[in-house]
């Protein structure tokens, strides 16, 4: 309880000085190897905000007006397998409303329309470059560009976003471990997904074939939520991450198994802010579902009977702005 005081308070101080009108803006970011990315940029604003659709939400935002304020800290956001911009949205805008801008990209092959990335080492390499384009973009390209802290930049990444976000702060898989964690433990979700999707993770790797990871030292602080395929990583390929991380994870999470994933992490990353969620599944971490995307995928919108994933994300939303305060705005 002493801790979501304090970050309350924190959330609550910063937010007084900065709440007031939440710009949104959707681009669409040229990829030159490969189709044009869809990118939402929630940002501070002074416009007159309305009720708009994002997907099957809905968002009180002022469409596409002018930036409030300058030198304003980012935060880039990287959804999970099947997911969009949209996913992650309450959280955009709990950061926006303490004075940050928020932008998340649809990740190109893994998305809710396109999964021909899905299982494939294509959708593990190619999602940190995507990241890194967006960034470059909103940077440089922008028309708003000006008004942002090029030294102040955060990441979240949830389920394999998670993993993106770690390969950006330094992470250097070793993509054969997925292999021996199938050899050892067929049953794993990891491996179902893989065989699912008739994807190519579990084949043998070429040595030509070995993908150079590079890391982007930009990014000064990241929250990891329900990290997958997290055993990628192994004793040693975590060393590099030095910025703070705050890790989250599910205390009943059956789609990434804390035994090789989470547990990695912590395990590699003593000094992280580790959360638990007791009681609560995978998909806890996206955003509270609406009526029409409870139809269309009811899998990832039940919870446990006695779990208010709303309630949950007031702290939830609360503890993520309070550690990008921290470690971006009062470092």
């Known amino acids: 309880m002493k801790i979501w005081t304090v970050s309350a308070v924190i959330v609550l101080m910063f937010a007084k000085a900065s709440a007031g009108t939440v710009g949104f803006q959707q681009v669409t970011v040229p990829d030159p190897e490969g189709k044009p990315l869809a990118v939402g940029i929630w940002?501070?604003?002074?416009?007159?905000?309305?009720?708009?659709?994002?997907?099957?939400?809905?968002?009180?935002?002022?469409?596409?007006?002018?930036?409030?304020?300058?030198?304003?800290?980012?935060?880039l956001i990287s959804h999970g397998t099947g997911g969009s911009l949209a996913s992650?949205?309450?959280?955009?805008?709990?950061?926006?409303?303490?004075?940050?801008?928020?932008?998340?990209?649809?990740?190109?092959?893994?998305?809710?329309?396109d999964q021909s990335y899905?299982?494939?080492?294509?959708?593990?390499?190619?999602?940190?470059?995507?990241?890194?384009?967006?960034?470059?973009?909103?940077?440089?390209?922008?028309a708003?560009?000006?008004?942002?802290?090029?030294?102040?930049?955060?990441?979240?990444?949830?389920?394999?976003?998670?993993?993106?976000?770690l390969v950006e702060v330094g992470g250097t898989p070793t993509l054969g471990r997925m292999a021996q964690l199938c050899s050892t433990h067929p049953t794993a979700p990891e491996c179902a997904f893989i065989k699912a999707a008739n994807g190519d993770q579990l084949d043998p790797i070429p040595t030509s074939d070995h993908p150079v990871w590079i890391h982007d030292s930009r990014v000064k602080a990241a929250v990891v939520a329900a990290p997958a395929v997290s055993l990628l990583f192994g004793p040693d390929d975590?060393?590099?991450?030095?910025?703070?991380?705050?890790?989250?994870?599910?205390?009943?999470?059956?789609?990434?198994?804390?035994e090789w994933n989470t547990a990695i992490v912590r395990k590699q990353l003593p000094e992280a802010e580790e959360h638990v969620v007791p009681g609560a599944g995978h998909y806890v971490f996206l955003a509270p579902c609406s009526d029409a995307l409870?139809?269309?995928?009811?899998q990832i919108c039940e919870d446990a009977s006695a779990f208010n994933r709303t309630e949950?994300?007031?702290?939830?939303?609360?503890?993520?702005?309070?550690?990008?305060i921290k470690k971006l705005v009062n470092r």
């Open 144 to 165: 708003s560009h000006d008004r942002l802290d090029g030294t102040r930049i955060g990441m979240l990444g949830f389920s394999l976003g998670g993993f993106t976000t």
């Open 238 to 258: 975590l060393k590099q991450v030095s910025v703070p991380i705050q890790l989250w994870r599910a205390g009943h999470d059956q789609q990434v198994v804390d």
């Open 43 to 75: 940002y501070p604003s002074v416009g007159q905000a309305s009720s708009q659709p994002l997907g099957p939400f809905s968002q009180t935002v002022a469409v596409d007006s002018e930036v409030s304020g300058n030198r304003l800290p980012l935060v």
């Open 88 to 113: 992650h949205y309450d959280t955009a805008l709990a950061l926006v409303q303490a004075g940050f801008v928020v932008v998340a990209l649809t990740h190109t092959g893994d998305n809710y329309r």
């Open 118 to 142: 899905a299982g494939n080492l294509k959708d593990l390499t190619d999602r940190p470059r995507q990241v890194r384009l967006v960034l470059e973009y909103m940077l440089a390209v922008w």
């Open 312 to 324: 949950f994300h007031q702290k939830f939303n609360s503890d993520v702005v309070a550690f990008f």
């Open 294 to 298: 409870a139809k269309q995928v009811p």
